[in-house]
């Protein structure tokens, strides 16, 4: 398997434009979490999936985010309109939640997004 | 909701000595602790966990210890090696009244292994 896929693995965008950032998790597994990282604040959990489903997105800062998973091998996480606060390494990460007693989440390369 | 403290937020050793990392809950339900190490520009990567059944869980030069009474939990790494260095984050499974899928993290220690 690959892995968990992200796409674009770098975006540098312009304040006010709108950004759509792209996950293919592990095929198979039924979780899939978005996480934002920064030097700041660490790594915060945006919000998670479990079978497609949104479970909590407590984590998500406001309204400018917002994140779907249309199937079992896609999500986005979209920023409309951008800022330069938002500018991190956007994670996502998958788990295989079907009878296993493992919680190892699995994570893509990450996103690194820069908005000026 | 769960809280996960992590200390030190840098440690550097001089290499073939051990590092020690230690991190506190606070949800004393709280039931699985991993532990994540992320190289520079990489992705986090699970190098081990424990669950809230056993106190001390071995794999290599690397072990994790866990204290229920105190509500803490240590990475032990021996014999460090240069390529030991990295940013470990501990982390702890989230409590909301029962057992939530969410991993609260630490705030991360960076190690430096001096050769």
């Known amino acids: 398997d690959a892995g968990v896929i992200q796409s674009p693995r770098h975006e540098v965008t312009e304040m006010g434009q709108e950004v759509t950032l792209r996950c293919k998790p592990i095929s198979g597994h039924d979780y899939l979490f978005w996480y934002r990282q920064t030097m700041m604040r660490g790594l915060e959990l945006l919000i998670y999936?479990?079978?497609?489903?949104?479970?909590?997105d407590s984590g998500m800062p406001e309204d400018r985010f917002s994140a779907k998973m249309p199937n079992a091998s896609f999500s986005t996480l979209k920023i409309q309109p951008s800022e330069p606060r938002d500018s991190a390494v956007y994670f996502c990460?998958?788990?295989?939640?079907?009878?296993?007693?493992?919680?190892?989440?699995?994570f893509g390369p990450g996103t690194r997004l820069t908005v000026t | 909701g769960e809280n996960v403290e992590q200390h030190p937020s840098t440690l550097s050793v001089q290499e073939g000595d051990s590092a020690v990392i230690k991190c506190t809950y606070s949800?004393?339900?709280?039931?699985?602790f991993p532990w994540y190490k992320q190289e520079l520009g990489k992705r986090p990567q699970l190098i081990i966990d424990i669950r809230s059944n056993v106190g001390e869980k071995k794999d290599q030069r690397i072990a994790v210890t866990l204290n229920k009474t105190a509500k803490h939990f240590s990475l032990h790494i021996t014999e460090t090696q240069p390529e030991d260095s990295a940013v470990y984050f501990c982390?702890?499974?989230?409590?909301?009244?029962?057992?939530?899928?969410?991993?609260?993290f630490g705030t991360g220690t960076l190690l430096a292994v001096q050769p």
């Open positions: 999936f479990n079978n497609n489903v949104p479970i909590d």
């Open positions: 949800d004393s339900a709280s039931n699985y």
């Open positions: 982390a702890a499974r989230g409590w909301e009244g029962g057992a939530t899928n969410k991993l609260i």
């Open positions: 990460a998958s788990r295989d939640g079907g009878g296993t007693l493992s919680y190892e989440q699995y």
